[in-house]
């Protein structure tokens, strides 16, 4: 925290590739819950459909996540403006 009343920075750009990261680890998560749910269900063409959409949907976001966060490179501390403590 900032102790003198400073606001708290953080670059724009590192906070959105920290995002993005978050959103990668979750979009496994995410497939799998949303490959599941026809499962409770019967199977019928429609699931099957809705499968395949998915399995595709998830494709396309993965590899639109992975070619920003491969341009952007890897987040290093030495990225952010401020260190742990807050000082420069």
Same mark, same amino acid.
Request: proline letters at 5%; a negative charge; zero cysteines.
């Given at each position: ?18 995002? %993005?990261?978050? !959103?990668?680890? *979750? ?9 599941? &749910? ?19 949907? %998830?494709?396309? !976001?993965?590899? *639109? ?9 890897? &987040? ?13």
């Amino acid at each position: 925290m900032a102790e003198r009343g400073e606001p708290l920075f953080l670059a724009r750009d590192s906070y959105r590739q920290r995002r %993005l990261a978050d !959103a990668a680890r *979750l979009l496994p998560v995410l497939g799998v819950v949303l490959l599941l &749910l026809p499962g409770f269900i019967t199977i019928t063409v429609d699931a099957i459909i809705y499968i395949f959409s998915v399995w595709a949907a %998830l494709i396309v !976001a993965i590899g *639109l996540m992975s070619r920003h966060l491969a341009r952007r490179g890897p &987040l290093d501390d030495a990225d952010n403006a401020l260190g742990d403590d807050g000082e420069r």
